[in-house]
Nanobody, 118 residues
Framework: VQLQAFGGGLVQAGGSLRLACVVF????????MGWFRQAPEKEREFVAG????????YYAASVKGRFTISTSNAKNTVYLQMNSLKPEDTAVYYC????????????WGQGTLVTVSS
């Protein structure tokens, strides 16, 4: 399984941005997907997760109500819609995949930088 993330960029505080992660491989729908981020000099943290079809989604407290994870089975793509962005959302964002029966994310994309200016 390979993941490729797109969509990062520079945005002003209060603005919106949508990240996309294209998933390549077999049995893509058997994986649960997640978004993580790593800010400068900070550890990587979980942002949002979900399954294909959107039946089950979950979020970090810091982004709940502002970010939405969604999927497109037709495009094998996972999205992260980010609204009401804050400077503290500045980070490199990574998409990741795990076998649905496991808690460990084992496949990672290359990361895309999101910068929120104040």
């Amino acid at each position: 399984v390979q993941l490729q993330a797109f969509g990062g960029g520079l945005v002003q505080a209060g603005g919106s941005l949508r990240l996309a992660c294209v998933v390549f491989g077999r049995s893509v729908n058997s994986y649960a997907m997640g978004w993580f981020r790593q800010a400068p000099e900070k550890e990587r943290e979980f942002v949002a997760g979900g399954t294909w079809g959107g039946d089950n989604t979950y979020y970090a407290a810091s982004v709940k109500g502002r970010f939405t994870i969604s999927t497109s089975n037709a495009k094998n793509t996972v999205y992260l819609q980010m609204n009401s962005l804050k400077p503290e959302d500045t980070a490199v964002y990574y998409c990741a995949a795990r076998v649905a029966t496991s808690s460990e994310y084992v496949y990672w994309g290359q990361g895309t930088l999101v910068t929120v200016s104040s």
